[in-house]
Each structure stands twice: as structure tokens, then as C-alpha cells.
């Protein structure tokens, strides 16, 4: 059996409203193991991407908790848990979020950076090669095609070799060509470093091309993550 690198047990997410309390997310437990590809899917305001900033540590279930590589996220402060998500996650989101006065070979860095690695441009600049990107390295964003951008951010989110990498519609900006080649992408990748893929999808095809499936409703796991493949 592969190791569990990704664990919620019992989550829940309430914020306040106007109206009262308002529960985006109930009770949920889902377990991800080492390599696996799960497709988090349901219709608008199911609480996809709540649930996927949970799994990322990005925010702080109501109830339960969340464990990335057998760290449990609630018993760390903040600042605790962006050193688990620098070492453990990668994320790649429908807008890119590359930054505009960065090259593409900067915004790869980035992240080696802040982990102080000596050999940040040289790794930079394989996981560029590794999408394709090499003739591009020195261009800005603003210079590069949808595709281009989305492939840029895909190897800053590899570039870490992340035990998980989230990715939120991550075709959901792209034309249908683009969006698959971007999808072949990613699970290209899934296969040839071994890292978790964790992705939040409208697109029904895309889903099925993962190995398992986690169904929201209204904040509530329809069934428990069904096999789709081996």
C-alpha cells in the first residue's frame, strides 16, 4: 500500500453571513495516497474550491483537520503552515497568478528562492524545458500565449517536486486545444515525478481521466471517492 499524503477527516467550513451562519462545507473525510489522481467535482458553490484551499492549508476548517505528509496542519501557526506547503505543494489555478515584472524563468525560481536553493536558475530552467518552454525563458508574461502562461506556472508549481500539486480549473481560461494539452501536461507529469494530483474541475472529461472521483453538493460528499481507473 502507498503512503496516505493527504488526509481530512471530518471537515467542516461556516463563515458568517447576512442571513446567519452559512455552512460551505460538511463533514467531510477524504484520504489521498501517494501518486494517485482525484478529480474534486460538483456544480457552482458545491464548495469545490473551499475544500481544495483546505487540503492546501490555504485556510482553516471549522471542524476537523487536515494532515500534508503526516504533518496535521491545525497544530501549526501560520507561518507553520506555509513551510509545509513550500515544501510539500505545488499549485496551478485557472488565472495563472504569474507575476507581470517577472520572466518566466523568475517566476519558476521564485519558490526555489524563497527556499534559499543555490541552483535555482539552473532547475528553473529544466522545469521550463521539461513544458516545452526553453525559447521562452526570458519573456514576461504579457509576451505569452494563454497556453504559454498556464505551462510556465505548471513548471514553477513542479519545479519543487511537491508531494501534492492542487490545481483549481486549471484549463478553465483555456481554449478546448489548449485545455487539452494542458491536461496531457499535467498528467504527463503526474506519471514521471510521482506527485499527487489533486484537481478541481467543471469539465466531466477531464475528471474521468483521473483514477478517482469526490463529488460536492451543496458541501456534502455524495459518496466516498469512487475508482475510475487503476
Do not use: W
Not at 106 to 119: I, S
Not at 179 to 190: A, H, K, S, Y
Not at 221 to 229: E, G, I, N, Y
Request: aromatic share 4%.
Amino acid at each position: 500500500m502507498k503512503d496516505l499524503v493527504l488526509h481530512a477527516q471530518n471537515i467542516s467550513k461556516t463563515v458568517a453571513s447576512p442571513e446567519g451562519s452559512l455552512t460551505i462545507l460538511a463533514d467531510v473525510t477524504l484520504s489521498v495516497r501517494a501518486g494517485e489522481t482525484l478529480a474534486i467535482v460538483g456544480a457552482s458553490g458545491a464548495g469545490k474550491s473551499t475544500l481544495l484551499a483546505l487540503l492546501a492549508g490555504l485556510d482553516s476548517p471549522t471542524t476537523g483537520r487536515v494532515s500534508i505528509a503526516g504533518v496535521e496542519l491545525s497544530m501549526l501557526s501560520e507561518d507553520g503552515r506555509a513551510a509545509v506547503r513550500g515544501r510539500h505543494v505545488g499549485f496551478v489555478f485557472q488565472s495563472f497568478h504569474l507575476i507581470p515584472s517577472l520572466t518566466a524563468i523568475e517566476n519558476v525560481m521564485l519558490p526555489l528562492e524563497l527556499a534559499n536553493r543555490r541552483d535555482a536558475r539552473a532547475a528553473a530552467a529544466q522545469a521550463l524545458a521539461q513544458v516545452g518552454l526553453t525559447p521562452r525563458v526570458g519573456h514576461y508574461p504579457k509576451q505569452l500565449s494563454g497556453g504559454e502562461q498556464q505551462r510556465v506556472a505548471i513548471a514553477r508549481a513542479f519545479v519543487t517536486h511537491p508531494a501534492v500539486l492542487f490545481a483549481d480549473e486549471p484549463t478553465g481560461n483555456l481554449d478546448t486545444t489548449t485545455g487539452q494539452r494542458i491536461c496531457d501536461l499535467l498528467f504527463e507529469l503526474n506519471r514521471s515525478t510521482g506527485s499527487t494530483l489533486v484537481l478541481v474541475t467543471h469539465d466531466r472529461a477531464l475528471a474521468a481521466r483521473c483514477g478517482r472521483l469526490f463529488e460536492l453538493d451543496a458541501g456534502h460528499a455524495v459518496a466516498p471517492a469512487a475508482h475510475l481507473s487503476g
